[in-house]
Each structure stands twice: as C-alpha cells, then as structure tokens.
C-alpha cells in the first residue's frame, strides 16, 4: 500500500521559512515524480514543485521559483520542500503526491498524479 505523509507544516511570519517534508513508503523511488501542490481556501489545487526520482531534476510554479526549492533523500524515500521568504497568499494546505513512470516539467507538477498524501497546514501571517 503507498502511503504519503506530509509534516513541517505550521504558523510562520511572512519572510521566514518552513521546511516541509513527505515520507512515502510502499512506491518504489524510481523512474517516479512526487509533487508537492497546495490549495487555499476558495481556490482551486495548484501545482507548486515536482522532482524526479530517476535523476533528481525539479521544476516549480512561477509562484515558487526562487523561494521553494525542493530535494529528496531516495534513501529515506523523503522529499522536503524548502520554503524560503513566505507569503500571507502562501498560506494553503499542501500535500505530496506521488506517479509511477512519470516526468517532472520544469513548470512544476504535470498530468495526474495517483497516490496523494493528508495535507499539512502553513499559514503564514503578514
């Protein structure tokens, strides 16, 4: 069974940072994209950040280049998400997610993604 757990969450002033990290168990780290998306309240699911298992590239959301970077420990089956001068409007729930035999566009998370993890709350206040 895949299993995604997203943690690190929480309530941070806007300019600091949050680390936050998805551990997956029962899904092979290989030739695989994990996604890190968030929605707000009102709004729709978007796409933050993706990377590949197969060679560690990544892509982000306009929304979160040069503030998010995103890595992965394969030995962990880990992925973090290091979010750098956050934003009241980054303030959403986020999830991990997790496709087999899928691509990482340098945009961020593409396509349909199959095994999603609970969310994780980051509210961030001006």
């Known amino acids: 069974e895949v299993q995604l757990q997203a943690s690190g969450g929480g309530l941070v002033q806007a300019g600091g940072s949050l680390r936050l990290s998805c551990a997956v168990s029962?899904?092979?780290?290989?030739?695989?994209?994990i996604g890190w998306f968030r929605q707000a309240p009102g709004k729709e699911r978007e796409g933050v950040s993706c990377?590949?298992?197969?060679?560690?590239?990544?892509g982000y959301a306009d929304s979160a280049k040069g503030r998010f970077t995103i890595s992965s420990d394969n030995a962990k089956n880990t992925v973090y998400l290091q979010m750098n001068s956050l934003k009241p409007e980054d303030t959403a729930v986020y999830y991990c997610?997790?496709?087999?035999?899928?691509?990482?566009?340098?945009?961020?998370?593409?396509?349909?993604?199959?095994?999603w993890g609970r969310g994780t709350q980051v509210t961030v206040s001006s």
């Open positions: 029962g899904f092979a780290f290989d030739d695989d994209a």
């Open positions: 990377i590949s298992t197969t060679d560690g590239s990544a």
């Open positions: 997610a997790a496709v087999a035999y899928h691509y990482c566009s340098d945009y961020g998370p593409v396509g349909e993604y199959d095994y």
